[in-house]
């Protein structure tokens, strides 16, 4: 459903009228009666213990309904605010401005006047949770949202706003990063085309290139036009301004650049504006559950685009493809954020348990000699003889033994892995398959992050904190032997999964939804009342 977006501004003056007029009654009324407020607020807040403890700890003073100007700034800042929830991709329903009137309009005491009070205070909390740190909780929706997101406290945020400039204070609400300014452009302006009719027909083809020509090869011109991937022409050829743009699609979408467009790249290319303005949406929401300052040196891992990033005060350093986990209930890479702390330089491979009783115990109950690159401990660390068991009688919750993959060129692991410790077992590491790193989609390990340049990622690490990060490396390296080399600073990680993102020029990015949970993140969206908008120029 996408709603056709007009202006809410005769409303918004309306309830600012209607709530100075309320609150011109406190004034009228004996001082006898200001008890009754009191009482009032007391009554209707004590159902919720953050704006309790705020009225408490204030005397059940009005912030909202008095007759002061800055009562009425605080009014008139939240109403707007309100009407312009939906900028953000928040659910307009929530913040009725229409009940709060027909509330209004009933006030006849100072009792009326307090519940007014309590309400005021419960909408702004409710608009501010939403627009600071997300209208959905991430681990309600998907077992890989783990992510724990910076929620402030609410009686916090009452004292801090009846402290502050109220325009100001409800401004500097939603995050204040880049990336979020630059997807509400983006938000707006897909919003604008689809108010003025979209992207056209989809090009019906399953393939298309250079030297080609027909009503197939103008459909595809005409919709890479309306997306802004080049200028408007009257060519009905494939010619070299036509592929220059399937590739700038191309390279905006994750996919490989060759300028032809195939069944991948034409299907991306048929996507609904209503679906990428769905993305952004989710993306937004996304940014608010990691509403929090992100490091000045971060490492970013996006998901969906198969990357892993270093970045240093807002700028991309260092660059590298990944792998990232399958697309299986029990593989899929989560979302979080954590401290890398130190690097591994030839690991030994703990098994993961999980992956023991799954995918080796079988193969050794048909053949105890397989998977013979690893070792089998006791519980006294010992390596088992393998033809001393027998492990038909054992399954998956009696195994009594682990495995390892000592240090080695083939190791699972690689040559380093890059922890950050966490009860999830996710880390970066190398891999001896570097096959997969040619892929467009690269979802094939078992949750670990698996990098294509694990030794210029470890070099570009080390930088801040030796004269000559190689040389470090190597002589560790060329041991043989496993080290532990810590980070003098450890370093923030994020793992994260946009299938909208944009560049520092703002140019908006979209990746598949590898996972499907983006899909399902919209869908809450959805039944919280966040609605699609088309906004008519």
């Not at 090009?203 to 080049?230: C, D, F, Q, T, W």
């Not at 491979?349 to 053949?367: A, G």
């Amino acid at each position: 459903m996408i709603l056709v977006k007009r202006t809410a501004a005769a409303s918004v003056r309306k309830a600012v009228f209607l709530l100075a007029l309320s609150a011109g009654l406190m004034g009228s009324m004996a001082q006898a009666q200001v008890t009754a407020f009191m009482q009032a607020v007391a009554e209707a807040s004590s159902s919720d213990a953050s704006i309790a403890a705020f009225y408490k700890a204030n005397g059940y003073k009005p912030i909202w309904t008095g007759t002061g100007s800055q009562d009425k700034s605080r009014r008139s800042a939240l109403l707007k605010a309100l009407a312009s929830a939906d900028d953000h991709g928040l659910p307009t329903k929530s913040y009725d401005v229409q009940f709060l009137q027909t509330n209004l309009r009933a006030v006849k005491s100072d009792r009326d006047l307090g519940r007014i009070e309590v309400e005021l205070s419960r909408l702004f909390l409710q608009y501010a949770t939403d627009v600071q740190t997300g209208i959905l909780t991430p681990g309600k929706i998907d077992p890989g949202l783990v992510m724990q997101v910076p929620y402030r406290g609410r009686t916090q945020t009452l004292v801090a706003f009846a402290k502050s400039s109220p325009a100001g204070f409800i401004k500097s609400l939603p995050p204040s990063s880049p990336e979020y300014t630059r997807l509400m452009k983006a938000k707006f302006e897909l919003e604008k085309q689809l108010g003025g009719g979209g992207w056209g027909p989809k090009v019906n083809a399953n393939k298309l290139e250079p030297g080609m020509s027909g009503p197939a090869v103008v459909s595809l011109r005409n919709r890479l036009i309306a997306m802004g991937y080049m200028r408007r022409s009257a060519g009905q050829s494939y010619d070299g301004n036509l592929q220059a743009a399937v590739q700038q699609f191309q390279l905006a979408n994750g996919l490989n650049p060759d300028g032809v467009a195939g069944d991948g790249t034409l299907t991306e290319i048929n996507v609904s504006p209503e679906a990428r303005l769905a993305s952004i949406v989710v993306a937004m929401e996304r940014e608010r559950w990691i509403n929090m300052p992100l490091g000045k040196r971060h490492v970013w891992v996006n998901l969906t685009d198969f990357t892993a990033r270093i970045v240093d005060n807002g700028k991309v350093t260092f660059e590298t493809r990944s792998v990232v986990g399958a697309n299986r209930n029990d593989q899929r890479s989560p979302e979080f954020s954590d401290m890398m702390e130190f690097m591994v330089i030839n690991p030994t491979w703990n098994v993961p348990r999980s992956i023991t009783v799954k995918e080796y115990l079988p193969m050794l109950q048909k053949n105890p000699n397989a998977a013979g690159h690893l070792r089998i401990i006791n519980s006294r660390g010992q390596t088992v003889d393998r033809s001393s068991v027998d492990f038909t009688q054992f399954n998956a919750r009696n195994f009594p033994f682990d495995m390892k993959q000592p240090p080695s060129d083939g190791n699972a692991l690689g040559l380093v892995k890059f922890m950050f410790p966490n009860k999830y077992n996710i880390y970066l590491h190398d891999t001896p398959s570097k096959n997969l790193f040619g892929r467009e989609v690269r979802a094939f390990s078992h949750g670990c992050i698996r990098l294509a340049d694990p030794f210029d990622f470890a070099y570009a690490l080390l930088a801040k904190q030796t004269n000559d990060p190689q040389g470090l490396f190597k002589s560790m390296l060329a041991t043989g032997v496993e080290t532990v080399l810590p980070l003098e600073t450890p370093i923030p990680v994020h793992l994260v999964y946009r299938t909208a993102f944009t560049s520092s020029k703002g140019q908006i990015n979209y990746r598949r939804d590898i996972y499907g949970r983006d899909a399902h993140i919209f869908s809450e969206l959805q039944k919280a009342g966040v609605v699609l908008r088309a906004v008519q120029s």
